[in-house]
């Protein structure tokens, strides 16, 4: 694992307890207000989605997107540490697959315009 996510699980379950890093119905309701969140802080509100009422909270001052980002990482973090998953690996596995699928695509078009121009 990353050392941010050994720092967030250490983190997590210093804040919440050892139970509350493994519960991952709520793991995936903070990820989802969190992405909610996100949404609204960079201008685009989510439709139909009260912010306040899936945090459980009042309206408050609205966070920045720097600390937004930084709790969706935690919890990531969190749920790729209970599947055995490193998320930065996961990462940058997930930015090379779409660059191959990107030359893949290259390759492909460069193929069917030597084909047309043979014609």
């Known amino acids: 694992m990353s050392e941010f996510q050994n720092r967030a699980v250490r983190l ?27 949404h609204n802080v960079v201008g685009k509100p989510v439709d139909n989605v009260d912010l306040a009422k899936l945090q459980g909270q009042s309206k408050g001052q609205a966070r920045s997107v720097d600390v937004v980002i930084g709790d969706l990482m935690r919890e990531l973090a969190a749920i790729g540490y209970l599947h055995d998953i490193d998320i930065m690996q996961a990462g940058y596995n997930g930015l090379d697959s779409r660059l191959q699928d990107i030359k893949r695509l290259l390759k492909a078009a460069q193929s069917d315009k030597r084909g047309a121009e043979q014609e």
């Open 12 to 38: 997590i379950t210093a804040c919440e307890g050892e139970g509350a890093l493994a519960d991952l119905p709520k793991r995936f309701s903070n990820l989802l207000t969190g992405i909610a969140e996100l």
